[in-house]
């Protein structure tokens, strides 16, 4: 039989082999790319490109233009060094990877957004009874929370309601906890509840994780630009 000749088949243009290490000429003194050093491939790839920008500016419009713009500027420093976001998964879902994006005291960099970094499943009355702070700190309620005060049914550690104030307003939440699942309904009350005047929440998964993201928009305003946000975290 015979042999098979082998080809030296070309990499495409721009391509770099896993194994490549690409090191800058001294005479390249671009940003980035001072004398001496060396990139290798991962380095490469979570490198900020030009299309890397324009989707990065893109995205920050489109966040702003459905109602939560962020707090401070963002910029590839924040998105590089947040462990949920990264330069790969920004790619692939920039809207929610930049609402997730959070200021080094672990504020949301976004406003009137919560990211649930911990993805866990609020089994417990105390678990959940957690959600009311949070909630109404993402919403920007904070001040104007408080008062909560928790009632379990008799004989029972998982079923109860907890009553809270928000301003003016008296919130009774009934729950009954799932022991793998919670209470979805119960976390959906309490975000509505701790709702700053005039807004209501939406809640969306983060892309290709079960974290859940809550917003908070305008009762009654026109949400196309933010259904771009909820399609992309549906």
Known sequence: MAKKKRTNKKR?????????????????QSPGHQAGVTLTAETVDTTPGADDTRLLTESLATLTDAGF????????EDVVADSACGMSRFRRYPLVSLLGLR?????????????????VQRTTPEEILELVPAYA??????????????????????????????????????FDLDADFGDEDAEMQI??????????????????????????APRGADLSALDVVLEEGA
Not at 14 to 26: F, H, Y
Not at 69 to 76: D, G, N, S, W
Not at 149 to 173: E, K
């Open 12 to 28: 495409p243009a721009g391509q770099v082999s896993p194994a490549q290490r690409i090191t800058t000429s001294s005479n390249d």
């Open 69 to 76: 713009p962020p707090r401070r500027e963002v910029t590839f």
């Open 103 to 119: 200021d080094l005291d672990e504020e949301q960099l976004f406003e009137r957004v919560y990211y649930d970094h911990s993805a």
């Open 137 to 174: 700190r993402a919403a920007g309620t904070a001040d104007q929370v408080g008062d909560v005060n928790l009632m379990l049914d008799p004989g029972s550690t998982t079923s109860g309601s907890f009553r809270f104030t928000n301003g003016d307003r008296v919130n009774d939440v009934a």
């Open 191 to 216: 975000a509505t509840d701790v709702s700053p005047e005039g807004y209501e929440p939406h809640v969306l998964f983060a892309g290709d994780t079960a974290r859940p993201v809550v917003l908070w």
